[in-house]
């Protein structure tokens, strides 16, 4: 097993250089001079382009500026903001945090309104509730998350005074963005749990437990869920990246800070070097978290550990 | 009489023959799948609506009109009107258009780059496999909208650019689909044999493997295109795709925003369009895997 993790391990660094490269490259595929476009907001005379050229070390040959780039991400220096006038890396770590106490929400949400819709559409095969569950999924897959968010907002919070509809902190704020976040993610863990679990309930061991007259209850949760379980972990790492990516929408529909807004603010204010350091921590993560996922499924599957 | 029966069967079967099998169980399948055929009749109206938009719509979908804005549903304005004064139900029809566009082309980008990644890649094998596989593990790294985001931020905010962001972004599904595929074939014996015989790769590739990777590459458009519409409309909603005064979807619903309280329709209808297209485009796409692919059958 420690043969496959350190390989898993290994596999991931090409992907982070490549990943480095991406996000450094960035600002050099801008069509035009990046930084005129970036001070194009700003009053500015040639002589301040100028400095803000030699600040950010434009004139150095690529691979130098791309080494620096590096070293000082590791340093956890992603460069500076012009228009919030702060280093990067304390703006996202600001940010940080409410970004993945929602994905976190969003995925536990997911996670158990997904699994469940999934079990009972599985055991109660071709009934009317397989029929809605699946139709429910077939809906959180296709309804576009910022018009679900305004659909909640406009039930919960305008119309029936429940939930606020915007700003973030204590629990009452969460409770809306993670419904909305989390309901596509939901959908396809449910369809996933549902298919999985119809395969395992066709397995000798739900015969022989049956057979044994354990109450069905035991025997689902604790022979076939268990079992079913183990493909639905997998997508676990994926839909976390989908869901933190997902908070970009949901952060600006609930006025939510987070650093999803933060992107999108910057991208439309032309602040690159803030749009590099959140999409670079956002990968890395994303990264990051697929390897523990990987890293959980070969403990808990022992077919996996083939290495 | 015989003869001319035996005959009469003999030229209906040689008829049957030339679509082959796999084709006529697949439409039967299809055929008995609800879901797709629901999903078809959804997506052809669709279609049908943006293909005849400038017939159907009843007004301008972007002029403005001082007079009648904020006006609720009723028989003039079918969905009511918007702070601008414009027909909701002629920005939605005209919206058809924009996603339908944005989707086609969203994938028609991903599928050229994606297959031929992973034909060759499948095919050639070794390094180039292996490099071509990185660079794409490589955009896998940008979970979701994050890929699209980036591209957007580099080419600025606009339609054209939305549509190249979102297609770039779905290179890598069908790029290791097809490369799936090839893999699977590349070893059966009517290849060996066609190479063997001297056959040019070229020819292997575009004869003997390509038909191959056609069903899933289908299916996985299918469920693309709505995946597209649906972070085109997005993109569009936080103001980084399309530009006022285009009638695109999330763009409208995110203008509408602000009249929700009060003004539910202008953000609602909008909303409705997008879920029925994806909603359509999905069924269809499961109904069509379902009919090529008897094993993911559930």
């Given at each position: ?6 390989r ?23 069509p ?23 600040q ?14 590096v ?22 770590m ?5 970004t ?8 536990l ?11 009972l ?18 809906i ?51 369809r ?6 119809l ?96 890293m ?8 996996i550990?083939?290495? | ?11 209906g ?10 084709y ?8 008995r799948s609800?879901?797709?055929l ?38 003039e304005?079918?969905?009511?009107t ?20 944005i989707?086609?082309?969203?994938v028609?980008i991903?599928?050229l ?27 896998l ?38 490369r ?13 044999a ?7 790769n ?9 038909p191959?990777v ?7 458009a ?16 936080l ?5 006022p005064?285009e009638?695109?979807?999330g763009?409208m619903l ?7 309280r ?6 609602t209808f ?8 994806v909603?359509?485009?999905n069924?269809?796409?499961d ?8 094993r993911l059958?559930g």
């Open positions: 097993m420690y043969a496959y993790i350190a898993r391990m290994l596999a991931t660094v090409p992907v982070l250089f490549g990943v480095s490269l991406l996000v450094f490259m960035m600002l050099h595929l801008v035009g001079d990046p930084v005129k476009i970036m001070l194009s907001e700003f009053q500015t005379n040639p002589e301040q382009i100028k400095t803000l050229r030699a950010l070390h434009l004139d150095d040959p690529l691979p130098v500026q791309y080494g620096r780039f070293w000082n991400a590791l340093q956890g220096d992603l460069g500076y903001s012009i228009r919030l006038k702060q280093p990067v890396t304390g703006i996202i600001d940010n940080l945090p409410a993945l106490e929602l994905t976190v929400a969003g995925l949400f997911s996670a158990i309104f997904g699994t469940t819709l999934g079990v559409a599985a055991i109660k095969q071709h009934s009317w509730l397989d029929a809605l569950s699946m139709g429910v999924a077939l959180g897959v296709a309804m576009p998350s910022f018009w679900l968010g305004l659909l909640l907002i406009f039930a919960f919070s305008l119309r029936f005074q429940i939930f606020p509809a915007t700003g973030g902190g204590d629990l009452k704020h969460l409770v809306l963005p993670a419904l909305t976040l989390g309901l596509s993610a939901a959908a396809i863990i449910a996933l749990t549902r298919s999985s679990m395969e395992v309930m066709h397995n000798e061991y739900v015969t022989t437990a049956r057979a044994k007259g354990l109450r069905e209850f035991h025997v689902v949760v604790r022979h076939a869920l268990r079992n079913a379980l183990i493909p639905v972990i997998t997508i676990f790492g994926l839909q976390f990246g989908q869901l933190l990516a997902g908070t970009v929408v949901i952060e600006t529909v609930f006025g939510r800070p987070g650093i999803g807004r933060l992107i999108v603010d910057a991208i439309l204010a032309k602040d690159f070097p803030v749009v590099q350091g959140v999409v670079l921590i956002v990968a890395v993560g994303y990264v990051i978290a697929n390897l523990l996922v990987d959980a499924y070969a403990v808990l599957d022992p077919r550990r083939y290495g | 009489m015989q003869a001319t029966q035996s005959l009469e069967r003999a030229e079967g040689l008829r049957e023959s030339r679509i082959p099998r796999r006529r169980d697949f439409a039967r399948q299809l055929r609800k879901g797709a629901i999903g078809l009749t959804l997506l052809l109206c669709m279609v049908f609506l943006a293909v005849f938009s400038p017939l159907i719509a009843p007004y301008d979908p972007i002029e403005l009109n001082a007079q009648d804005y904020l006006q609720s549903p009723r028989s304005h079918l969905f009511g918007d702070q601008y004064g414009r027909d909701v139900f002629s920005r939605v029809i005209y919206g058809a258009r924009i996603s339908l566009v989707g086609l082309i969203s028609g991903a599928l780059v994606g297959v031929l990644v992973g034909l060759v890649a499948g095919y050639y094998g070794g390094l180039l496999d292996s490099t071509l596989m990185r660079l794409i593990d490589v955009m790294a940008f979970p979701g909208i994050l890929l699209a985001l980036a591209i957007v931020s580099i080419l600025g905010p606009s339609l054209v650019n939305l549509m190249i962001a979102v297609g770039i972004s779905s290179i890598p599904t069908y790029a290791r689909l097809t799936g595929s090839v893999l699977a074939t590349r070893g059966e014996l009517y290849v060996e066609a190479r063997v015989t001297g056959v040019p070229r020819l292997i590739l575009g004869r003997h493997i390509l191959n056609v069903a899933p590459v289908i299916v996985a299918t469920l693309g295109v709505g995946a597209a519409i649906l972070w085109a409309a997005a993109l569009s909603f103001g980084l795709g399309s530009q005064p009638p695109e979807w763009r995110s203008e509408g925003r602000q009249y929700l009060s003004q539910w329709w202008i953000a909008p909303g409705i369009a997008i879920m029925l297209t909603l359509a485009l069924m269809l796409g109904g069509l895997r379902d009919a090529l692919d008897p059958r």
